[in-house]
C-alpha cells in the first residue's frame, strides 16, 4: 500500500548514500565504500552491479533519464576526477559528463523533462548549479558564493525553476 513500510535491504549495500527509484519501481543504490551502483527489483531482490572503481569513485547522487541511462554524480576526485558517469539502459559504462565543466565535488542531480542534466558541486564556501543538454554539452552554471554546499536539487515540471537544498557547514 501507498506509504507503508514493505520492508529493509541489506545485502549488497555498503554505505548507501545515493538513491534513486525509477518508473519501473527498480532501486538503485549508490554504495560508497564499494564504488559500485546496485540495483533491486521493485520486491527487494537484487538485480546486478553497475560500475566499479575504474569508473564510479564515491557515488552521492543518481538520477535517470526518460530513456533509461544512470548518472551517477562521483563526489571524489581520484582516480576517476570530478564529474558525472553514464550507464546505458543495459546498464553498461557509457562514458562521463562534466570533465571539462570544472566540477568539485558533485552531489546531487535532477534532469528536467527536456532531459537537460543538472549537477549541484562545490566546496570551499562556494557552491555551484551546472546544467548540462541531452548530449552532455555544458549550457551554462550558476555559482552560489557563501554556501558550502548543496545537497539536493529537483526540478518542479512543469516549471523551469531549479530548487536547491542548502547544505550546512561540512
Known amino acids: 500500500p501507498a506509504g507503508a513500510f514493505v520492508g529493509a535491504i541489506s545485502n549488497n549495500v555498503n554505505r548507501p548514500f545515493g538513491v534513486l527509484v ?3 519501481d527498480n532501486l ?3 554504495n560508497w565504500f564499494t564504488n559500485k551502483i546496485s540495483k533491486f527489483d521493485s520486491s527487494g531482490t ?3 552491479t553497475l560500475g566499479d572503481s575504474n569508473n564510479i569513485d564515491g557515488p552521492m547522487g543518481l538520477a535517470k533519464d526518460s530513456g533509461g541511462n544512470l548518472f551517477v554524480a562521483n563526489l571524489n576526485n581520484f582516480p ?4 558525472v558517469t553514464k550507464f546505458d539502459p543495459a546498464g553498461l559504462f557509457a562514458g562521463y559528463v562534466g570533465e571539462s565543466a570544472n566540477l ?4 546531487a542531480l535532477a534532469i528536467d523533462s527536456a532531459g537537460n542534466l543538472y549537477v549541484s558541486s562545490g566546496i570551499s564556501n562556494i ?3 551546472s546544467k548540462f543538454d541531452s548530449l552532455g554539452a555544458l549550457q551554462f552554471s550558476w555559482t552560489i558564493p557563501s554556501v558550502p554546499n548543496t545537497m539536493a536539487i529537483a526540478i518542479p ?3 523551469t525553476a531549479v530548487l536547491v537544498l542548502l547544505g550546512a557547514g561540512a
Open 80 to 83: 576517476i576526477g570530478s564529474n
Open 127 to 129: 557552491a555551484r548549479i
Open 104 to 107: 568539485t565535488n558533485p552531489s
Open 28 to 30: 538503485y543504490v549508490g
Open 46 to 48: 537484487f538485480q546486478t
Open 22 to 24: 525509477d518508473a519501473a
Open 157 to 159: 515540471e512543469p516549471s
